[in-house]
């Protein structure tokens, strides 16, 4: 019964903001640190941005660095990315992932990010 479940993607211009969100159930989420990545259509998957699993420190991609923003609440067992100052480059399916340390072990079923004029 573990489900990640994003949502907030969507069709939005160059410069917009999305802020997308994804829901952890079915498991101890506040030991997890999350990861989102996302793959554009031809493209290897990417990490985008990480956080610890008390949201203490973050990480990001440099192609992402300065203007998106990884952040969690784990009393409501959510995991967020503001995405500001969109780019064409920046239209992929992003994914939420569980990291353990090892590997990540829960995976959402992704959302479409499409930037376009």
């Known amino acids: 019964q573990v489900q990640l479940v994003e949502s907030g993607g969507g069709l939005v211009q160059p410069g917009g903001s999305l802020r997308l969100s994804c829901a952890a159930s079915g498991f101890t989420f506040s030991i997890y640190a999350m990861r989102w990545y996302r793959q554009a259509p031809g493209k290897e998957r990417e990490l985008v941005a990480s956080i610890t699993s008390t949201g203490g420190s973050t990480n990001y991609a440099d192609s992402v660095k300065g203007r998106f923003t990884i952040s969690r609440d784990n009393a409501k067992r959510m995991v967020y990315l503001q995405m500001n100052n969109l780019k064409p480059e920046d239209t992929a399916v992003y994914y939420c992932?569980?990291?353990?340390?090892?590997?990540?072990?829960?995976w959402g079923q992704g959302t479409q990010v499409t930037v376009s004029s």
């Open positions: 992932a569980a990291w353990s340390g090892f590997q990540n072990d829960y």
